[in-house]
Each structure stands twice: as structure tokens, then as C-alpha cells.
């Protein structure tokens, strides 16, 4: 089980966290790629960290933009286990460029 961060701790959390924003009980990051192939390599890879963690995030892949939303269901809200693996998708993102 993991405990709910507080609002102060989601809120530093995300100042940490480029591109992560929070809506309600989650925390959210749009990612747009080059092409649609590197946006479902993306998810292919966020889903073997997943599956790893046995912690899985909401994904939403529509052509190149890919919506991460993470939440920990089980406690209704953000966890420590939501920010890890929140760090974990934004290194397996490729540079722009």
C-alpha cells in the first residue's frame, strides 16, 4: 500500500516534473512525437516499465500525441508510486528535435 502524497507534496513533486500538470487526483503529461511509429514505441516501451512496477497509467495515444495520466486507483489519488513513474516516462520520451 502506498500512501496519498499531500497537496504541498504533489506540488513539489511536479516542480521536478516538466510537462506534468495535475487534474484532480492525477497527474498528467501530453507528449507529441515526430511520427505516429515513435509515439506506440513510446507506449511500448512506458508499458514494459509498467508491467515491471506492476503500477500502470492511463495512456491515451492519439497519432503522434500521447497522454500519460497516473494515478494510484487503489489509494483514489496520487502516490510516490505515481511520481516514479512519472520519472520513469519521461526518460524513456526521445528528445525533440
Known amino acids: 500500500m502506498a500512501e496519498l502524497l499531500s497537496d504541498t507534496e504533489v506540488t513539489d513533486a511536479l516542480t521536478a516534473l516538466p510537462g506534468w500538470e495535475r487534474a484532480g ?5 501530453t507528449v507529441e512525437l515526430s ?6 514505441a513510446l507506449v511500448d516501451r512506458v508499458a514494459e516499465i509498467a508491467e515491471a512496477r506492476n503500477h500502470h497509467p492511463d495512456i491515451d495515444i492519439r497519432w503522434r500525441r500521447v497522454t500519460f495520466v497516473c494515478s494510484t486507483h487503489s489509494e ?5 508510486l505515481d511520481v516514479e513513474l512519472a520519472r520513469e516516462i519521461d526518460r524513456s520520451v526521445p528528445p525533440a528535435g
Do not use: H
Open 35 to 40: 511520427t505516429f511509429p515513435e509515439a506506440v
Open 25 to 29: 487526483n492525477t497527474i498528467v503529461r
Open 76 to 80: 483514489g489519488g496520487i502516490t510516490g
